[in-house]
């Protein structure tokens, strides 16, 4: 298809574009490729992208293929959110919350029996029923809007040719003028570790049909905190163990907070703590070693889960990259990509997980993709914008945030040029229940000078995603701390305490909010 | 024929056919009740069933295709409708899977592939 070639324009790189094979050449000199675009991987970024092109008129394909755990859980269309990440994770977390709240509600004269009990198999039979749903969802969706998919296992022949594996081995050749690698990434294992294949990963807890019982978590991840936050909070004995800092990147004194109230919750935090071993008992429960580096003991306990969250590999290994000439960085494995998503080969682009230095994010995936199609089909120009996005680690005090870190905020503009309010706020309904608020907070970094445009919002408490998502979009027009001050709250909420926040870390005074 | 088609009104005779067919692939197709005339009183029931009814070859061997009418217009506006309740149900035409999350309904089912894909695919 002419004049689909349009995207090319915003390639702007000095690399040598590859030299196609002779049969691409060929394909490409007669216009007659399979499809206009084809996308590997149908995870948040490639359906997104797929189903734009099509909409925009293009043929289009998407490649998925699920490569099952290394402990054997396989799952349908969707990509990471939907089986293995945002979808049942918020959704295992809500179980815990309501855990909670059915603790609360005594204290609100609702008559619970106790103890109040939580039943796994329920609960996941119930998540993993909503996720099947939504694979249908999206294949119903690809087909509604004309894109093919193909159950089938994508590997570069050259930059315009796809060879795809089915499950029983099934090979077909594809070609296309424009690929889109949104690939995703997968849970790492750690290497040195013996015994660590009889862990599982955030792939497999999410299908478990039945209770993983006491479970230790390895690694201060966002996943790693979630998941140990919310098997705490349906009342399993839950470990976590952090080798050094929890939540790297995010500002490290809101990240530990949010750690302050996982062990006042009930979670047992191993800090500064490396596995050493993992062994099955003949009980069949699985013995863990590891060293403290503070103390520099060897200690050691039994689960029945050990759950590994040290970090995720991109998917890049078995695309065969080299055959299309897509350089990545070889530290990270990742797809190294321009600002309009391009690879260093002109019509092979990536999104999502896959790419170096993007955020980890299932809307930016979306939002990157829709674009990316939407400019490769010549209809805009506008690239995707990473500045500023918003995001909430779903802990069981939650944590929300956009814009800078403090630690950035002080490198980039210097401590004398930036101004720190914070809060320590107490929700309203915490008062009746006699919870703790120890580790509600709120945080937001100004420029120091004029009307103290505002670099970046963090909040610790309840709901806090749907809290953040609002302040976002002032944040994102360039919202002061005047303006700010000048918005009315809605009372009584915890957002209000946002509105209200006037004492700074300079002043050194009480930061704890007092009375109505 | 590789199927067997199962005509059902009533939520009894549903669960009859259901017990007896237990362990087979059970399609359902949720419609509006036709009057003595074959008439049915739901235009966009009259629409998908030439649709639906042209994939039925598709049908996996040895499935079972219910056809449940759901009740005249009266009956099914009802919000205590049975089938409307039984099956969560939100509006007719549906078409679904039996025990499964694979469910197509009203403007969908006037697309044969979907059709095709919801008998064909696991
Ligand atoms: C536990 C957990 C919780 C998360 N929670 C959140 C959250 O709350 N909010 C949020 O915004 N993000 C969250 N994320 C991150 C989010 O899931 C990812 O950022 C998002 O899914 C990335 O989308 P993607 O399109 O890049 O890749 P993916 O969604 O991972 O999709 C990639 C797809 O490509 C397939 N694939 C891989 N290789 C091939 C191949 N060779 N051929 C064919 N198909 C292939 C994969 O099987 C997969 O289906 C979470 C992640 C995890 C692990």
């Known amino acids: 298809m002419r004049g689909w070639g349009r ?30 675009l084809l996308v ?63 603790k609360d509600a005594t204290k609100y004269g609702w008559d619970i029996p106790s103890p109040v009990r939580h039943d796994w198999a329920t609960m996941a039979q119930a998540i993993q ?7 249908w969802g999206h ?6 809007k004309k894109v093919t998919y193909l159950n089938l296992k994508g590997s570069f022949v050259d930059n315009h040719t796809i060879q795809g594996v089915s499950k029983t081995g099934k090979k077909t050749v594809l070609t296309a003028e424009n690929i889109v690698i949104a690939t995703g990434g997968r849970p790492k294992y750690p290497p040195q570790v013996p015994g660590a294949e009889l862990g599982i990963s955030s792939d497999d807890i999410f299908w478990f049909k039945d209770s993983p019982g006491k479970t230790l978590v390895v690694g201060g991840s966002y996943v790693g905190l979630e998941c140990a936050g919310f098997l705490t909070g349906i009342g399993l004995n839950t470990s976590l163990m952090v080798r050094s800092i929890p939540l790297r990147g995010f500002d490290q004194q809101m990240a530990q907070l949010v750690t302050d109230h996982m062990v006042s919750h009930g979670t047992r935090l191993l800090w500064k703590c490396v596995p050493r071993s993992v062994e099955r008992e003949t009980s069949g429960r699985l013995h863990v070693t590891w060293s403290d580096q503070q103390s520099g003991r060897v200690e050691g306990d039994t689960f029945d889960t050990v759950m590994w969250a040290v970090g995720r590999t991109a998917e890049t290994k078995e695309l065969s990259l080299e055959r299309a000439g897509v350089p990545v960085n070889p530290k990270t494995g990742k797809i190294i990509v321009g600002a309009g998503e391009e690879s260093s080969v002109p019509n092979i682009y990536a999104i999502g997980d896959v790419t170096e230095g993007r955020p980890e994010l299932t809307p930016t995936a979306i939002r990157a993709g829709k674009l990316l199609a939407r400019r490769l089909c010549g209809q805009v120009t506008e690239l995707m914008d990473y500045d500023k996005v918003p995001t909430t680690v779903f802990t069981p005090l939650e944590y929300g945030c956009v814009g800078l870190s403090e630690e950035k905020a002080v490198s980039s503009f210097g401590q004398d040029n930036i101004e720190v309010y914070h809060a320590y706020y107490k929700p309203l309904e915490f008062s009746v229940t006699e919870r703790g608020a120890n580790q509600c907070y709120i945080k937001m970094l100004c420029l120091r000078e004029g009307d103290q445009r505002i670099l970046g919002l963090h909040f610790i408490g309840p709901n806090a995603g749907e809290v953040i998502q609002g302040f976002a979009l002032a944040i994102k027009c360039e919202a002061t701390y005047s303006q700010l001050v000048a918005t009315v709250g809605i009372h009584p909420t915890c957002a209000e305490d946002v509105n209200k926040l006037n004492i700074t870390k300079r002043s050194r005074l009480d930061p704890t909010v007092t009375g109505c | 024929m590789v199927f067997v088609e199962i005509n059902v009104q009533s939520l009894d005779s549903f669960n009859r056919a259901l017990e007896e067919n237990k362990g087979k692939a ?32 598709k049908l996996p061997e040895g499935s079972i295709f219910i056809y449940c009418q759901t009740g005249d217009k009266s009956c099914w506006k009802d919000p205590n409708n049975v089938f409307r309740k039984s099956f969560k149900l939100s509006s007719i035409p549906t078409l679904l899977k039996y025990g499964t999350p694979q469910k197509l309904v009203e403007e969908e089912l006037l697309n044969s592939e979907l059709v095709q894909m919801l008998f064909t695919e696991d």
């Open chain 1, 40 to 102: 590997i991987g149908g995870g948040s970024g490639g359906l997104a992208c797929s189903k734009e092109a099509a909409q925009l008129g293009r043929k289009v394909a998407v490649l998925d293929y699920v490569e099952p755990s290394p402990k054997g859980t396989r799952w349908g269309l969707g990509g990471t959110c939907v089986n293995v990440g945002c979808i049942p994770k918020k959704l295992m977390h809500q179980a815990a919350l309501l855990g909670t709240a059915v």
């Open chain 1, 129 to 135: 029923n909503h996720v099947k749903s939504l694979n």
């Open chain 1, 139 to 144: 294949r119903v969706q690809l087909q509604d």
């Open chain 1, 7 to 36: 995207g090319r324009c915003s390639v702007l790189n000095g690399l040598p574009e590859i030299i196609p094979t002779f049969n691409s050449f060929l394909l490409q000199f007669e216009g007659k490729y399979d499809y206009d």
């Open chain 2, 26 to 57: 059970i399609f359902v197709y949720f419609t509006g009740t036709k009057d003595a005339k074959g008439l049915s009183w739901c235009p966009d029931c009259v629409k998908a069933e030439p649709i639906v009814r042209a994939e039925l070859s």
